[in-house]
């Protein structure tokens, strides 16, 4: 978006901006692979030799304009989809066909939706697509008879984890194969601070073995209990955690993975270099599929939940930068809710429809005092302090599930008429952004709902804004306005890579590593709108 990119200078974003909340549509850990027969074995050093060069991509579109091309490819029929079935079989894993029966078909449209209902724009667009199969991977050879078949037939292949997505990451634009891989889990090592876990392990398991030993999850979205580590990689970018940790394009966040591309004969690739991660990383599993992920883990803390409200939405998100900033407190997540969504949509104790509040996680209790003060010096109250956030997510509920995207689930479930925005409220005008958007919108239009994160080493606002259009017109009308006035805007009625922010040289990479992982361009079609040109362009 050119408001983002005016805003970093050029620099590629962060991923603590990209703010897509929950993830899915791809596994990912890193592992070292047994050799499987028939499948050629790529180091990141010989992938780089091969690496293809490309101009910088410049693209700008209206809201207005439809962010989606029409189909090139034809779907497969039904022999391409039974020789892909059988093949695929040969291998031991299990595949459902759509044509099978009533029982198949509405399996194969329940795996092929995640939640991207939460955009009326993507409700009306995506609402009817099913997968005409289903693959059930549960080890890495079923991965790569499913790559292979699907390249020998030119059958689509959409990866699905938890299926907790926001913005329709496996909805089957052009038919295919779901390959469901979250039966293809389990923690494969994990020692001094560094995890390796199979793509389709859940978040919560891992975080769950990790406090065991002392260790946790450096960020997670609000979907924790659901999502998988492949697919919060794969279709996601930041979440509960970013405020220490940054996102996950931060070098570092991930230290490799391993990914199978879609070809005939099938490799597997070992990447670890920044570039070579970055390129897959939120990429909705359109240029490999990721088998494996290895990433560090943080020390556990005794983490408290505290809640504070404030009268005034300025005072409480001057305090929440406070917060975030303050050198001697450990914050893991600061959240501002402005009036009244706490009251009205989250199970949040003593808070009235009055309240602007600012939730903060935080380490050590005895903190407590210091929280207090800064809260008194910006006009606000304590209502809370004293719910140790706990592993097994009980009552009262955990902060963090009224936080990120479960805000907006929460708000759907009492207002259907509710949706969002994403977008970044840069740390050196954050405030001044605040009061800009307030002034301008009223609050039966648009209430601000803001996470604190790292950007690039300063503290700015991830931001999940509830919104009330008349219609889709309008609601790319105020996508529009947050444009102008230089707020990055990070589209979620939009099922494309491009929509949700990524352009210029980030999706320049994405775009080179499937031209050469992904010839036939059969991995997740419809979601890289660069590769549709080019394709389009070529067959002119």
């Known amino acids: 978006m050119s408001a983002r990119d005016a805003a970093f200078s050029g620099i590629s974003p962060p991923a603590s901006t990209l703010l897509i909340v929950n993830g899915f549509s791809k596994p990912e850990f890193l592992v070292e692979v047994e050799a499987v027969a028939a499948v050629q074995t790529v180091s990141a050093k010989t992938f780089r030799r091969r690496r293809i060069s490309t101009r910088r991509m410049k693209h700008r579109f209206s809201y207005s304009q439809r962010l989606h091309l029409s189909t090139q490819q034809i779907k497969p029929d039904e022999e391409q989809l039974a020789r892909f079935a ?7 894993a299990k595949v459902i066909l759509a044509s099978a029966g009533a029982n198949q078909k509405r399996e194969c449209l329940r795996r092929s939706r995640d939640y991207f209902w939460y955009s009326p724009i993507l409700k009306k667009k995506l609402d009817g697509y099913s997968a005409d199969a289903v693959v ?3 080890k890495e050879e079923h991965v790569v008879a499913a790559a292979r078949a699907a390249a020998t037939y030119n059958v689509p292949i959409i990866t ?18 779901i390959l469901d891989v979250s039966g293809f889990c389990g923690i494969i090592s994990l020692n001094d601070g560094v995890c390796r876990a199979f793509a389709g392990t859940k978040l919560s398991e891992i975080e769950d073995t990790a406090r065991q030993q002392g260790w946790e999850l450096r960020q997670h979205p609000s979907t924790r209990r659901e999502a998988t580590i492949g697919g919060f ?4 970018s930041t979440g509960h955690g970013a405020l220490l940790h940054g996102g996950l394009a931060e070098d570092g966040a991930v230290l490799g993975l391993t990914v199978i591309s879609a070809e005939k004969e099938p490799r597997i ?28 883990l943080a020390r556990v803390q005794p983490w408290v939940d505290a809640i504070f409200s404030f009268d005034n939405l300025g005072d409480a998100a001057t305090f929440a930068i406070d917060v975030a900033n303050a050198p001697a407190i450990i914050t893991r997540a600061v959240a501002v809710f402005q009036a009244p969504i706490a009251a009205s949509y989250l199970e949040l104790p003593e808070v009235s429809n009055s309240s602007n509040v600012v939730t903060v996680q935080f380490s050590p209790a005895a903190l407590a005092s210091s929280l207090w003060r800064l809260a008194k010096n910006r006009g606000g109250n304590a209502t809370t302090a004293d719910q140790p956030t706990q592993p097994s997510e009980t009552k009262p509920r955990a902060l963090y599930l009224n936080s990120w995207n479960h805000t907006t689930l929460h708000a759907l479930k009492k207002d259907k008429n509710v949706t969002y925005l994403q977008a970044a409220y840069a740390s050196d005008n954050a405030l001044h952004t605040v009061a800009q958007v307030q002034n301008f ?13 790292n950007m690039n080493g300063r503290v700015g606002f991830a931001v999940l804004s509830l919104i009330w259009p008349q219609d889709d017109n309008e609601l790319l009308q105020i996508l529009e306005w947050h444009e102008k006035h230089d707020i990055p805007i990070f589209n979620p009625h939009d099922e494309t890579i491009e929509g949700g922010g990524m352009k210029g040289m980030s999706i320049s990479h994405q775009l080179n590593f499937k031209r050469i992982t992904d010839p036939a361009g059969i991995l997740n079609p419809g979601k890289m709108r660069c590769y549709d040109e080019e394709v389009s362009s070529n067959c002119k």
């Open 136 to 138: 059930a991977a549960t």
């Open 160 to 177: 699905r984890g938890g299926g907790t997505g926001n913005y329709g990451q496996i909805s089957p634009v052009r038919g295919g194969a």
């Open 233 to 236: 990689v794969a279709g996601g």
């Open 86 to 92: 059988q093949d695929v079989r040969a291998s031991g």
């Open 269 to 296: 690739l070992h990447l670890s270099e920044p570039n070579e991660l970055n390129s897959v990383i939120h990429a909705y599993g359109t240029n490999g599929i990721i088998t494996q992920v290895e990433f560090p």
């Open 441 to 453: 919108f009223p609050t039966s239009k648009l209430l601000q709902h803001l996470e604190c994160v």
